[in-house]
């Protein structure tokens, strides 16, 4: 069923903490404005490789109608991860102009890359778009970000090129997430 209402304003049930299978614990929230320097400062310490693969640029900040966009919780929903006072990832659920169709993106610093913290967010995004009625998910990628590729294709994505070949789209029906484990 196509998602006809705009999500509800509420907390997402995704907050709280997560523990990684190195026994860090991280905390997940809801994005809002009071991250704004957090979100600067994650930007900041991830390489220029990350930032690359998330924004298809290394520009070194995120412009602030970027930010206001992340907030925006007409336009999707975004999630931060902080752990020690700091913010370590962002992930986001970008509501498409496509019925039934929202789009998944993450930033994960460097240091916290390859722990299964992209994992866990993936399927917390996946469950949030389940929760609001979309049918499919989809993430647009740079061919050579091999992790993001294996992330998604462990979650069931169908990775296409599109007709820039170093892009790929990925798509995950939502339907085929809700039995997936939590791991």
Known sequence: MVRLTQPPAEPSAAEGPVRLADGAEVQVKPLTSLYREALRDLHERCSPE???FRYFTANPTLPPRVFDRLCDRARGQSLVVGHDGQVVALASLTFSADPGIAEI????????????????LARMLLA?????????????LLHDNTRMRRLLGSLGAT???????????????VGVM???SPS
């Not at 949030?128 to 647009?140: H, K, M, N, P, S």
């Open 50 to 52: 990350t930032r690359r």
């Open 105 to 120: 993106a993450f930033l994960v610093e460097d240091r916290w890359q390859g722990r299964g913290l992209g994992g866990r």
């Open 128 to 140: 949030q778009a389940r929760d609001l009625g979309f049918a499919e998910v989809r993430a647009t």
């Open 159 to 173: 990775l296409t090129h599109t007709e820039d070949p170093g892009v790929m789209e990925a798509r995950i029906a």
């Open 178 to 180: 809700a039995t997936a």
